[in-house]
Each structure stands twice: as C-alpha cells, then as structure tokens.
C-alpha cells in the first residue's frame, strides 16, 4: 500500500483535511523512541488504498523538538521505509511562510501534490490566490479547499494521481547532511543563513504571484484580540470562560454519570449471589470496569470544550495572556492549556506539554498537573463534604457546600503556585525559554474535529489508566476477601452463631453475610494492613476503615466511596447511605463524631496534593523516560499531603 | 509599519527565521497582554507573539504603510 505524508504549517488546516477524508478511520502510532503519535488513517482513491499519515504541523524541518523530529524521520524513510507520496497542506493567507517548509522538503525530490486553504481568508485580506499560478510555481498540482466547510471534500486527494515531483524553488548544497545531523539531536550550524536564503528565493516567487506585498492595517481577529486580550476585559472573559467551562462539565456529566452507575448496578445484580467468583466478578472485574469507564463523560465533556475552545483560536490567547504570570512561576504561557486539562484528566494533559519547547518548563508544568483536582477526586470531595455540612448551610453569605468545594481546587493551584516556584530555583537548563507563538485567525470550531480530539483524549485515558485501575481493583478484591485462615475461620463460626435467632431464612442468610462481609474485609490481609498503617495516620484524624480505603485509592482515587460502602456494610454504593452510616460512627476515645469537620478536611487536604494514582505515574515515565519523576513525586506529594492534613486536623480539633 | 533589517544571531535567531522575522518582512505591533508582556505583531499576513526580549532580537526600520 502506497503512503502519502500530509504535511503543513500549524493552523493551517491540516487536521482538518485529515479528519474529515479519513473519518473514525483512524489509528494513533508512536514512534519508537519519541512519545509524539502520528495519526494514520487508510483512504481509497479511484480503485486504490493509500495509507495516510497526518504528521504534526511544523514550521521548519530544522527545530529539534520532538515534532520535527517525527516529520524528519518520515521523510527521511527512518521509520516505515521511503515515503511515496507528499501533500502539503498550504494555507493561502500565510502562503510566504508556508512555502519555508515547502522549499525544505521540496529538496528531498519526493513526488507531491499540494492543497490550498484558507482561500477565503486570504481574499479578504486582499491577498490573490491564483490556484494555476502557484501550482506551475511550484511544479505541483494543486485543488483548492476549505475543510472546515466544503461539503465534497473526498474526491479532493484525487489530485494524487497526477503527483509530479516539486520544483526545488530553492537549492541549498549540505540541506540533505544538515537535515541528518538534526534528526540525530544535535545543533545544525548554518541553518539560519539557510533559512534567510530560502525566504529570498521563496520572496521572489511570491511577487511572481502577487505583485503588491503591502499588509492591511486591520483584520477581524486583531479587533477581537483587542478586547480578548485586554488587561480588564481580557481576564474577565478568561475567567468567565473558565467558570462557564466548569459548571458546563458538572451539569453536563451529571446525568450520563448516572446512566453509567445505574447500568452497571443492573449488570451486578445480574450476577448470582455467593461464592468467590461471583464476588470477584462483581467486586473485582465489574467495580474495576465502573471505576474506569464512569470517568468518560467527564473527561470527555472537559476535553470537548477544552477542545472547542483551542479550535477556536482562543486557548493561544489565553496563552498569550497568561505568559507574563507563568514565566514568573516558570512555566510558560503554553502550560495553560495542560493545567486546565490537569482538571480533567492528568493523563492526556501531561502528554499535552509535548508543545511546550523549553524541557524544564515542559517538565515543571507535567510535575504540577497532577496538583490540580481531576474528575477522580471529585466523588470523594463530594461525600466529604455532604458528611459534615448539611446542604442548605450557609457561612455568612457563601453556600457552605459550594465555598468548600472550591476551595479544595484552589487548595491544589496554591500548591502547584509553591511548587513550580521551588522548580524553577531548583531545576537548571542551558535551553533558551521562548514564547514565539502564533496567534491564529479565529475560527467557527468545527464539531467533528473537536469530537474526534476528544475521543482520542479519552481513548488515552482508556489506554493509560484502564488497564491499571482493573488490575489494581482485582488485587484489591483478592486482599480485601483473603486474609490468615485462623481469622477467617473464626469469622464464618462467628456469622452462623449470630445469624441463628433470625426466623426468616432469606433474612438469616442476609444477615449472616452482612455480618461476614464486614468482618472478612476487617480481617482479611487489606484490613490488616489498614491496621498496620492505623498509628502512622491516626494524627491526621483516621481511623483503620480510611486507612484502608487510603491504600485502595490507589487504583484510581475515587475507589474511596466504594470502599467506604463495603466497610459499612451498605449495599448500595449511594453517598446517602454511607454517608447516613458514617456520621453515627463514634470515637471510642473523645466520645465525638469520628466522621467530623476536621476529618472532612484533613481528607480532602489529603486527597488534593497526593499522587495516589500509578497511571499518573506511568505516563510521567512514558513521557520523561525515567521512573524518577515519579517515585519524588509521590514522595514529596505525600509528604506534602500528610503534614497538611496534620496540620488541618490538630488545628481543627 | 516597520520593515525588518536585521535579525540578530542568538538563541532565537533560526526560530524567528522559520516563523518569517526575516530581513525585508514587514512587521506592525498591534496589542500587548496585560502587563505589557508578550506583545502581538503582524508578521506579514499572520499574528505573531513575542515576548519583549525576543522582540529584541528584530531590528526594523519604519516604513511606508502600503494600502491596497
């Protein structure tokens, strides 16, 4: 099968083009040694399959981040043999820029063909697009599209067929030698008189096709970006977006999250009562598959919007914006978009730093993502909270339920603020640190695209953290149902003798269970170590019960309520009757709720800045190639965690 | 209006480059961000942000706006 590399500019259109001609028709790939994917997709073109290959949108084969490193590799034949075809998406109204790439790979003689786009930004722009023209310029064929919103788009890589090889419109001895000692890392000397070289030989093209070289004053975007990028206005859209971005996501997971918990409680009750396979599908496979997928609509709807919101053109101005702040914290002002997904979902949002160029803000930012409160915690805060403040309270003016809530999120930023200072004095780095950054033409955004950005988002979670949580939620099952047999044996006598006095033999053998459940996890090995670890966190206000359902967040945080529904023996997995339950609980020692205010908080202290979640720390592997990052982290959260969470509960009681 | 006349070697020398900072583009300041730090240019046809120190690295002359 024939391959073909699209190849382009960012903003330029080229995911688009590739969305829209190949569909759900496609795969993700990584690169050995590189953590950039390549999307592939397969397309039929007059009676013939093709594999298409959308590399990511770069300005220049000669910048050593990983993205060009993936371009090169491509064109290069490193990775899946030489390619056969190239299409260079070409954006009309950047034609000047766009035909520096051009020229680059233009040298590497490989048969092409070209697609022209934004044609109708251009025309406004007083800029002639004279699709002939450029085509004999450059020697290539050349369709003309708009894929955000030609309907026909799938005929337009007919073009293909009649690939020519391109017009090296400028010829630099030593590119081809330059261009391997880049993709081996390294520096290239002389790549920016090359560079200058080839805008003097791409400027006398461009006035070949278009004599006047003159810019107009205004366009649209600039008038937006007057007020988007405002010192007063500016914020305040910012944070208005932000607020409508959140309660978007609650409101609009809530009902899907619903469907999910009712589906799989149908599905449990399917499975027939006793034994050890039945718990263990139930409590092992099932729970784990429900942790998992119970998460989508979240993520989704968040990295939908998020997504919206990028199409847009906006998020590079909330970029833009945010630059002078994050350099001072150092990061940089790219570290916005991965923060704001750290709230969703840490896993694809730390794969998201691959776009910030300079690695110690790459690796600052992916170290603070995980401080900012994801999906998984919000379950937990929930139940905390609605145990010790009955709804309707009010603290002065502020709903006491809501101000709590927020300030658990503005609890994790205040931390990641500490810590990215501490980075930034710790971390050294001879790298530039740079902004340079494109603000592109603002955009209706499409919805399939941004669909299909999301899916992918979650399809990392999926990925990364499905197989994780299942496993771990299966060992969990196995220790919290197995533990020394002279204990286990005890239990079932215990059970049977107390269970005797019921008359009804369904309630006897209800209860009898009941009894047995709580004690077998009490007992078992995860009991035991809840035990264990009872003295190390009894300062922070817990007790055994959360000392276990501590150790069992580990499969992914919100495993909490779960646990926490076992260990009361309540049947159903609703916040109500746990939380019904955890509020008679007493402390044998004070005599006061064992479930308090400064219980509540300590956990949820504890719960904001604590790396309780492995596929976190697998993907900051993935992504940093070592197993450090991720072990300090853990560490240090930890510790960070726990001395807070002292502090909230001895301060508190 | 200015048009660029020399780009500075650096650091940031090839990255300005291959965004098209080159010498006998025309370049215009349109809006800086809140704290007057990065600033937006029109770069040829397109928005371009800078931080005030890599706008440094571009020497420009005024020139003659060119209505069309």
């Known amino acids: 099968m024939k391959q073909i590399l699209l190849i382009g500019n960012p903003n330029c259109g080229k995911t688009t083009l590739f969305n829209r001609i190949t569909g759900l028709n496609q795969k993700t790939s990584n690169l050995p040694g590189t953590t950039v994917e390549a999307y592939k997709g397969k397309i039929n073109i007059q009676g013939e399959d093709y594999q298409i290959i959308d590399l990511p949108g770069i300005y220049s084969l000669f910048s050593n981040t990983e993205y ?16 056969n075809l190239v299409v260079f998406v070409l954006d009309a109204s950047n034609l000047r820029r766009n035909l520096l790439l051009y020229s680059q790979v233009a040298e590497l003689g490989i048969p092409s063909a070209g697609i022209l786009t934004m044609t109708d930004t ?62 081996s890392g390294k520096k290239v000397k002389g790549s920016s008189e090359e ?42 859209i910012f944070l208005l977006i932000m607020l409508a971005l959140f309660q978007g996501v609650f409101s609009l997971a809530d009902p899907p999250m619903g469907w999910i918990e009712h589906g799989f409680a149908f599905v449990k009750d399917q499975i027939p009562d006793g034994g050890y396979l039945g718990s263990f599908i139930r409590n092992g496979v099932i729970s784990g598959l429900e942790g998992v997928i119970v998460f989508i609509p979240q993520i989704f709807i968040l990295f939908f919007l998020i997504g919206m919101l990028e199409d847009s053109g906006y998020m590079v101005r909330a970029s833009f914006l945010s630059d002078r702040l994050m350099r001072k914290l150092g990061l940089n002002g790219r570290s916005i978009i991965p923060l704001v997904g750290g709230f969703a979902c840490a896993i694809p949002s730390i794969m998201a730093t691959r776009s910030i160029r300079n690695k110690k803000e790459r690796l600052a930012t992916m170290l603070v993502v995980p401080l900012m409160s994801c999906s998984a915690r919000i379950p937990v805060y929930v139940l905390l909270i609605s145990l010790v403040i009955p709804t309707g309270t009010f603290w002065g003016p502020l709903p006491a339920q809501t101000t709590l809530m927020t300030a658990a999120y503005f609890s994790g930023i205040f931390v990641a603020i500490i810590f990215s200072l501490i980075y930034k ?31 992918l988002k979650c399809r990392s979670f999926i990925k990364e953290a499905g197989s994780i949580i299942l496993i771990i939620s299966m060992i969990l099952w196995g220790l919290s149902n197995f533990g020394p047999s002279e204990d286990m044996n005890r239990i079932e006598a215990e059970s049977i003798a107390l269970s005797t006095g019921i008359d009804d033999p369904r309630e006897q053998q209800e209860a009898k269970e009941r009894y047995a459940n709580a004690l077998t996890l009490e007992y078992s090995y995860a009991g035991q170590m809840g035990k264990y670890i009872e003295p190390a966190i009894e300062p ?69 800045f604590a790396l309780q979640c492995v596929s976190t720390m697998a993907v900051l592997k993935k992504e940093t190639g070592t197993w450090k990052y991720s072990i300090n982290l853990f560490m240090l959260y930890g510790f960070i965690a726990y001395v807070s969470a002292y502090i909230a509960y001895q301060l508190l009681t | 209006m200015h048009e660029i006349t020399d780009l500075k070697s650096g650091d940031l020398q090839d990255r300005l480059a291959e965004m098209g900072c080159v010498p006998g583009t025309l370049i215009k300041k349109l809006y800086a961000a809140p704290g007057g730090d990065p600033i937006a240019y029109q770069v040829d046809h397109y928005i371009l942000g800078l931080r005030r120190l890599e706008a440094d690295y571009i020497e420009v002359k005024v020139a003659e706006e060119i209505s069309l």
Request: without cysteine; proline residues 5%.
């Open chain 1, 540 to 608: 922070l206000g817990y007790d055994w019960k959360t000392g276990i359902a501590l150790i069992s967040s580990f499969a992914a945080r919100e495993v909490f309520v779960g646990t926490m529904s076992t260990l009361f023996q309540t049947n159903e997995e609703n916040v109500v009757g746990i939380r019904a339950k955890m509020q008679t609980q007493i402390n044998p020692k004070t005599g006061e709720p064992l479930y308090g205010i400064a219980y509540a908080i300590s956990l949820i202290l504890f719960y904001a």
């Open chain 1, 195 to 236: 560079t200058l070289r080839r805008y003097a030989d791409i400027d006398s093209v461009i006035k070949r096709l278009n004599d006047g070289n003159g810019i107009r004053s205004h366009f649209n975007t600039a008038k937006i970006d007057r007020y988007v990028t405002h010192p007063v206005w500016g914020l305040g």
């Open chain 1, 425 to 455: 004095f710790l971390g050294r780095t001879y790298e530039v640190s740079e902004f340079v950054l494109e603000l592109p033409t603002y955009q209706a955004p499409r919805f399939q695209t941004v669909l299909q950005s999301a899916w």
């Open chain 1, 122 to 183: 251009a025309n406004r722009r007083n800029i002639t697009t004279n699709i002939p023209h450029i085509s004999k310029e450059l020697g290539i064929p050349i369709n003309g599209v708009n894929p955000r919103k030609d309907k026909n788009i799938t005929s337009v890589l007919d073009i293909i067929k009649e690939a020519k090889t391109p017009k090296q419109i400028s010829t630099n001895p030593g590119f081809k030698e330059r261009l391997e000692l880049s993709l």
């Open chain 1, 68 to 83: 060009e490193q993936v371009v090169n590799t491509h064109l290069l034949g490193h990775s899946a043999g030489k390619p």
